[in-house]
């Protein structure tokens, strides 16, 4: 139990939602709405961390405002923030011609145009007409995006310089742009952010929240353009180096706060950022599920949430050791437990199968709205 009035100027608060209702709809004044989608909640979880020791507390959001009431005004700023935050409408963001909406979750498809990721690597690299058809194949399947990376980001890969990346990228890109399709570009160097969104592409997705490259956040600023930040414990070469935290999830939320404040700083709209806690990354499987647990706590950052957990190696750490093309049921769970949770884009490589899985819990919240 968090005694409000014993906390001090010094102390980090952070906000969870919790107790989630199927619907509202008899529960007036008891419940608050997520990012304006389709999940409402009736309650938070206040955590507090000061010199290290963190507490937790949960309070009803029919008592919420009672119970800030008695906190010092810095930290009753912060919360009345936070909320503030979780409850936003996530405006849309334009991918060149194309608006991705967030009242309901989207699908971006992975188009790896790598020979050694650690699931489909080599399987597009020679043929970027077959790569645009996989693409838009995604897209007639129901995603939202694609997002095209030329650099693997698994542990130990090696670094590939950028007009290798380039060469990998764009004629991908320019096919899937021209027509039409919403393309994202996976990658931490400037240069190459520069020849995909010249190519055609719309979003910028950088693993190491534009901190690798000390360029890129001068790149984004000046095209206008939405970007993923990603959190890596790293921005240098190997972004899996490091990784000690004293609570990943809040170690993360901070990371990923500071990286939002410095792209405000560097003239990046808020409403344009995307952020993404970045499973696997430098992170044991404890704390990849503590994350997966936790991750309506990163709603409080006011911005749209992203989640990787396509076919990634915890899946296999908890059954048996199932290789990369055989954690299908796996993504699925991971996926979905996000979405209930409020993520608001799901980047996966089986988008056939993820987007009928939205489909069916969009069904069952209209179905819950409308009793």
Request: glycine share 10%; with cysteine; net charge negative.
């Amino acid at each position: 139990m968090i005694d409000p009035s014993l906390l001090t100027a010094g102390t980090q608060l952070y906000l969870r939602p919790i107790w989630f209702a199927e619907s509202p709809v008899g529960l007036d004044g008891q419940t608050a709405r997520m990012g304006g989608g389709l999940i409402w909640f009736q309650g938070y979880e206040v955590t507090s961390r000061a010199e290290g020791t963190i507490q937790r507390h949960r309070v009803s959001v029919a008592e919420f405002d009672d119970w800030c009431a008695h906190l010092i005004a810095p930290l009753a700023e912060r919360v009345a923030q936070l909320a503030r935050n979780i409850t936003a409408i996530r405006p849309p963001i334009a991918l060149r011609d194309r608006m991705i909406r967030f009242d309901v979750p989207q699908v971006m498809g992975i188009m790896n145009m790598t020979p050694d990721s650690f699931s489909d690597g080599g399987k597009h690299l020679d043929d970027a007409q077959a790569a645009a058809d996989a693409g838009f194949a995604m897209a007639a399947a129901g995603a939202a995006i694609i997002d095209v990376g030329g650099e693997s980001t698994r542990p130990r890969a090696e670094k590939v310089w950028e007009g290798d990346e380039i060469a990998r990228v764009v004629p991908v890109i320019e096919r899937l742009a021209a027509s039409g399709v919403p393309v994202s570009i996976d990658t931490r160097k400037a240069a190459v952010m520069e020849a995909a969104l010249a190519a055609g592409a719309g979003l910028i997705n950088d693993i190491s929240a534009l901190a690798h490259d000390p360029r890129s956040m001068e790149v984004v600023a000046r095209a206008g353009c939405p970007v993923v930040l990603m959190h890596s414990p790293s921005a240098g070469d190997d972004p899996h180096a490091g990784g000690s935290y004293q609570d990943a999830v809040l170690d993360v939320y901070d990371a990923l706060e500071a990286r939002i404040a410095a792209c405000v700083a560097a003239a990046i709209p808020q409403d344009k950022i995307v952020v993404d806690p970045g499973l696997g990354f430098g992170k044991s499987l404890a704390d990849n599920l503590a994350i997966m647990n936790r991750l309506a706590l990163f709603q409080g950052l006011g911005v749209p949430v992203l989640l990787g957990a396509s076919r990634k190696r915890m899946i296999g750490a908890l059954s048996n050791e199932a290789p990369a093309d055989a954690r299908l049921g796996g993504s699925l769970a991971l996926g979905m437990r996000g979405v209930e949770q409020g993520a608001q884009i799901l980047r996966v490589h089986d988008v056939r199968e993820t987007v009928q899985a939205v489909h069916v819990w969009r069904g069952l919240r209209d179905a819950a709205l409308v009793g």
